[in-house]
């Protein structure tokens, strides 16, 4: 018995105890970036964002600003402003829509630093099938219950799904950012066991008369590669299963991280009954 309680007493001791530790983070290169941008097939102004790395944990980016940014291709060389709303963030100064299978250059010149990038784009895929989801009687409303499957060694793919109930019976009156959810799935060439065994997320429920956009994007296999590796470091850890962390992937030139990709959009859009 009072070897027993010595155990008792030493696990307590373990498990009670904690000691502070401070991260020193490498400073980064001042002309270092990142650099977030996606070409679609949609008819629209396209974005790319450019940041700076941040130096000190949960810290905010801080956007790169006066920089020159290009993306061309056989047909065209388009050019992009800052937008003065959202330093950092470059748009298009004229509507476009990329084209299947076309290489898109991207060339951004920050100081005396030119970075480029090159991305072929994914070529939609049209049919694909909708998010399925269920009522749950017990307070009346719906949770979602099919997802796409993760591994799809064919075809990867980023879905986006919106959700917006703000104009649903019961929340008219309500605050419109506090009726809307946008949830994110992957379908990747691999699956790791990380990504099974990932830590729980937030689940998300909504009433009838809920607007349901699902967009699907096509990816590269280098634009897959990037974001599972994006997602080892990020939403599947802390699960049962951690991984090493490492730098990520990127097709941004030497000086930069990030990715610039290209991708073929489908949509599909229906309304909770």
Known sequence: MKRLLTYLFLLMLLVSCEEKSDWELQ????????????????LKVQSITIMKPVTALN?????????????????LTHTFHEDPLHQGTYLSDKAFIGIRNETYSLLITSGNRNYTSKSVLAPPVNQFGFIGYQKDEADNKYRLIKVPFPYNPLLSARYELQLDWSAAPGYEQANPDSCKALIFY????TLDVSELFAPNLEKVTFPSGTVITERRYSLTAEHAAFL???????????????TA????????STGAMGFFGACGVSEKKETVK
């Open 186 to 189: 992957y379908t990747l060439p």
């Open 59 to 75: 810290g905010k980016p801080e956007p790169v600003n006066g920089a020159t940014v290009l993306v061309s291709s056989n047909l």
């Open 27 to 42: 400073q980064a290169d001042n002309d270092f970036i990142v650099v977030d941008g996606i070409i679609t097939n949609e």
């Open 228 to 242: 599972r590796a994006l997602m080892l470091e990020t939403t599947w850890q802390g699960g049962y299963f951690n």
């Open 245 to 252: 962390s490492a730098n990520l992937p990127t097709n941004i």
